[in-house]
């Protein structure tokens, strides 16, 4: 027995995305006239069709959203209820073995959305706790079974919901945030990364605590010989994990700049939690005027690090978010002592990575410097990006290091 209650049609010519397995239905490309969409309820399921009536896709519908249609399932025999959600959410799961059978590391994203084939559905695990995003309609009226199901799968000892992000309203959803089972977190929870502590807020912290996206720099960071002996800029540091890795490596110091004076005290409890003496410094400031702050007086450092928040939310915001890439980066390779390195990212999606190494490249020039790429940063495993869905790919970095010559 189906469950679908409605079929949008694509106008001619416009299935190819779809048939390349490309997720969303944009509104622009439906024949409304031959659509049949009286009877689906908000966030209800719809099969996809191309103009001849063939099947695409199955998914779910919103007609308050841009994106229309997000598809869920390519096969027409796919009964989308609670044991389908249960089996997507255990091969999401599956699929990160590497990483949740270790016993040093407990934090990971377990379902990075349409990347997973769960579109809008975000679940990140910190310790025995879940943190879960609804981002879109349809995902949120399956909350109660994706709920039951990661209980059934995981047996965590909470679940808490932090969708309070911009993007529901694109959906015509309000914000919601708070235990949605069992208990809710402890504030801090502690983590453990590769054997690092780390203290985190799952409950106001930024995303859904941590940048969890960044563990693969962060283990760069503890390595990489160049933070040894090194005074090192945290540039947007937020709690300070590229600090201590730096530490743990053996900087000689470590100053941490954000505008958020939580995020520096927690910064300050995650040295202290690691045993680390290092000499450090938390400046509550503006990054760019305390670069400028800096550029005006004596300090230089070794190692600077920019960590940015998305400058660009879309792409009519990609000009300016350059002029704001191209500041910070200019700034910090006028910092930058001789032979040191700059390791600097961008998590605008819309700013794609050859664009942002041209930006990086233009204030290398207007700063005097040169310098060599030496490594090509991106987000890790457990964040991947689904081939058919390039819009998945959103964090990169560079590591420079400013040549002698
Ligand atoms: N590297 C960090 C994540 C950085 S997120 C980590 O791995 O944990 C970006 C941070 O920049 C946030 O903590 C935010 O508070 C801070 N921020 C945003 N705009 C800023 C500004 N203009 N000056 C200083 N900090 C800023």
Redesign the pocket.
């Known amino acids: 027995m189906s469950n679908v209650s409605g079929n949008v049609v694509l106008k001619q010519g416009r299935e190819k995305p779809l048939r390349q397995r490309h997720p969303w239905v944009f509104s622009g490309a439906i024949d409304a006239n031959r659509s049949k969409l009286g009877d689906v309820p908000p966030g209800g399921l719809v099969d996809v069709r191309d103009a001849g009536g063939g099947f695409l896709g199955r998914g779910y519908y919103n007609g308050d959203s841009q994106i229309r249609v997000r598809v869920l399932s390519w096969d027409q025999n796919d009964l989308i209820g609670p044991a389908w959600w249960r089996l997507r959410l255990a091969q999401s799961i599956r699929a990160r073995q590497a990483l949740t059978d270790r016993d040093d590391l407990n934090a990971y994203r377990l379902v990075n959305a349409e990347n997973d084939g769960l579109p809008g559905l975000v679940v990140d695990q910190y310790d025995d706790h879940l943190v879960v995003q609804f981002l879109t309609l349809g995902i949120n009226v399956a909350k109660e079974t994706l709920v039951e199901a990661l209980v059934g799968l995981l047996k965590p000892r909470g679940i808490y919901e932090r969708s309070d992000v911009d993007v529901r309203g694109k959906e015509g959803l309000a914000e919601s945030v708070g235990v949605l089972y069992g208990e809710p977190p402890p504030n801090p929870l502690t983590i453990t990364e590769y054997g690092v502590q780390y203290p985190v807020d799952l409950i106001t912290g930024?995303k859904t605590g941590?940048?969890l996206d960044?563990r693969d720099?962060?283990t760069l960071i503890r390595t990489m010989p160049a933070l040894a002996g090194a005074d090192v800029l945290?540039?947007?540091?937020?709690?300070?994990?590229?600090g201590v890795c730096a530490a743990l490596n053996g900087a000689a110091s470590v100053t941490s700049?954000?505008?958020?004076e939580p995020?520096l005290e927690i910064a300050r409890t995650a040295m202290e939690m690691n045993g680390l003496k290092v000499p450090a410094e938390y400046v509550n400031?503006?990054?760019?005027q305390?670069l400028r702050a800096y550029r005006d007086g004596d300090p230089s450092f070794d190692v600077i690090?920019l960590?940015?928040?998305k400058f660009a939310h879309s792409q009519s915001q990609v000009e300016a978010a350059c002029r704001g890439y191209k500041d910070i980066n200019l700034l910090a390779f006028e910092l930058l002592r001789p032979g040191g390195t700059l390791i600097t990212?961008s998590c605008s999606g819309a700013v794609d990575a050859d664009l942002f190494q041209k930006v990086v490249f233009g204030a290398s020039v207007d700063a005097g410097r040169q310098a060599q790429i030496i490594r090509w940063l991106a987000q890790p495993e457990d964040h991947p990006t689904l081939l058919a869905f390039p819009e998945g790919r959103y964090l990169k970095g560079l590591v420079c290091r400013a040549t002698s010559f």
């Not at 945290?234 to 590229?242: E, V």
């Not at 700049?257 to 958020?260: A, K, P, R």
């Not at 400031?285 to 760019?288: C, K, P, S």
């Open positions: 930024h941590f940048y960044q720099s962060r945290n540039a947007f540091s937020y709690t300070g994990s590229f700049i954000d505008s958020s995020a400031a503006d990054v760019f305390q690090i960590d940015p928040p990212f």
